[in-house]
């Protein structure tokens, strides 16, 4: 499986973005899939994750409430709707797909890895 993470970009304090992540092939009933970022300096955290059918989604405590993890299988793509950005936001995200089917927070769980997306908060 090979990911493309994609729309990123600048983005001021307060606005919105969405991301996607596109996969080569049709997921199957075994990838979870999430997102992760890593700040300048910092390690990767967890973001978001949602399971095989998008019905089951766990995100950290930093982005409850303001980012949406979905996904869409038909097209095998993934989002992450990100609103109320914040400058503590700026970021690399990166998009993984697991081999297992629930949504998971940690990051040695997911086998594929797509490329990274940057996201700036700034005014």
């Known amino acids: 499986v090979q990911l493309q993470a994609s729309g990123g970009g600048l983005v001021q304090p307060g606005g919105s973005l969405r991301l996607s992540c596109a996969a080569s092939?049709?997921?199957?009933?075994?990838?979870?899939m999430g997102w992760f970022r890593q700040a300048p300096g910092k390690e990767r955290e967890f973001v978001a994750a949602?399971?095989?059918?998008?019905?089951?989604?766990i995100s950290a405590d930093s982005v409850k409430g303001r980012f949406t993890i979905s996904r869409d299988n038909a097209k095998s793509t993934m989002y992450l709707q990100m609103n109320s950005l914040r400058p503590e936001d700026t970021a690399v995200y990166y998009c993984?797909?697991?081999?297992?089917?629930?949504?998971?927070?940690?990051?040695?769980?997911?086998?594929?890895w797509g490329q990274g997306t940057l996201v700036t908060v700034s005014s």
């Open positions: 993984a797909a697991a081999l297992r089917a629930v949504p998971s927070s940690r990051s040695g769980d997911y086998r594929y």
């Open positions: 949602v399971d095989w059918r998008g019905s089951n989604a």
């Open positions: 092939r049709r997921t199957t009933s075994n990838n979870g």
